[in-house]
T-cell receptor
Framework: EAGVTQSPTHLIKTRGQQATLRCSPI?????VYWYQQALGLGLQFLLW???????NRGNFPPRFSGRQFPNYSSELNVNALELEDSALYLC??????????????FGSGTRLTVV | AQSVTQLGSHVSVSEGALVLLRCNYS??????LFWYVQYPNQGLQLLLK??????LVKGINGFEAEFKKSETSFHLTKPSAHMSDAAEYFC???????????FGKGTLLTVNP
C-alpha cells in the first residue's frame, strides 16, 4: 500500500511569490491535515480537510489556504511568501471512520525555503 | 483545548541503557495519545498509540508507553537503547470533534556508544 505522498520534496521561492504544495493521501483516507514544522517552533497545525471541505484551521494568516479535491488529494497554497514561512510542511491522512482508533499517517514533507 | 508537555528537549543515554521520554497531556475529553519518531529530513513515523484500550501500549522497535490518567502522563520507554534510536520524538494528543493532533515540542534523543 502506498503511503502519503508529498510533492515536491524541496521548493525554493523568492519572498513575495506563491508556493503550492501537494499531498496524496493513503487510498481510502478522506481526511488530510497540514502541519508546519519551522525551526524552533515545533509542529503547528495549519489546516484540516475532510470530504472536500475545510473543517478547521490553525492560527495562521489567510495567505495560507488550500483545498481538497474529489479524489481526496490536497493542495496547500502560501501566498505572498515571507522569510519566516521557510519550514518543513507535513501532510497527514486518516480515515474519518478509523480516526478515533487509528493513527495519522504522515508524508515525508516538503521543505520550503524562502529567499 | 488540548496540550502536550514534553519534559526535556534533549535526552542523552548510553547504548544499552534505559530510554525514558516524558510526556504529560491536558485534555477536556478522553484523549487519544500518540508517540511519533522523526529521523533527520524525514516525516513522522508512528511508534505507538493509546486509544482507550489497554493502558500499557506496545509499539514498534521495542518501545512502549503507559497511560496514567491520574498523572495525565504517557511516558515512552525502551529497556535498552540502540544507536539507531537516535532521533526526535514527539508526543501528541487528539480527541473530541476536531480530530486534529496537538504535538509537544519534541525531545531529541542522543545515544552514545
Amino acid at each position: 500500500e502506498a503511503g502519503v505522498t508529498q510533492s515536491p520534496t524541496h521548493l525554493i521561492k523568492t519572498r513575495g511569490q506563491q508556493a503550492t504544495l501537494r499531498c496524496s493521501p493513503i487510498s481510502g483516507h478522506t481526511s488530510v491535515y497540514w502541519y508546519q514544522q519551522a525551526l524552533g517552533l515545533g509542529l503547528q497545525f495549519l489546516l484540516w480537510y475532510d470530504e472536500g471541505e475545510e473543517r478547521n484551521r490553525g492560527n495562521f494568516p489567510p495567505r495560507f489556504s488550500g483545498r481538497q479535491f474529489p479524489n481526496y488529494s490536497s493542495e496547500l497554497n502560501v501566498n505572498a511568501l515571507e522569510l519566516e514561512d521557510s519550514a518543513l510542511y507535513l501532510c497527514a491522512s486518516t480515515s474519518r471512520v478509523i480516526v478515533d482508533g487509528g493513527g495519522y499517517t504522515f508524508g515525508s514533507g516538503t521543505r520550503l525555503t524562502v529567499v | 483545548a488540548q496540550s502536550v508537555t514534553q519534559l526535556g528537549s534533549h535526552v542523552s543515554v548510553s547504548e544499552g541503557a534505559l530510554v525514558l521520554l516524558r510526556c504529560n497531556y491536558s485534555s477536556s475529553v478522553p484523549p487519544y495519545l500518540f508517540w511519533y519518531v522523526q529521523y533527520p529530513n524525514q516525516g513522522l513515523q508512528l511508534l505507538l498509540k493509546y486509544t482507550s484500550a489497554a493502558t500499557l501500549v506496545k509499539g514498534i522497535n521495542g518501545f512502549e508507553a503507559e497511560f496514567k490518567k491520574s498523572e495525565t502522563s504517557f511516558h515512552l520507554t525502551k529497556p535498552s537503547a540502540h544507536m539507531s534510536d537516535a532521533a526526535e520524538y514527539f508526543c501528541a494528543v487528539s480527541g473530541g470533534s476536531n480530530y486534529k493532533l496537538t504535538f509537544g515540542k519534541g525531545t531529541l534523543l542522543t545515544v552514545n556508544p
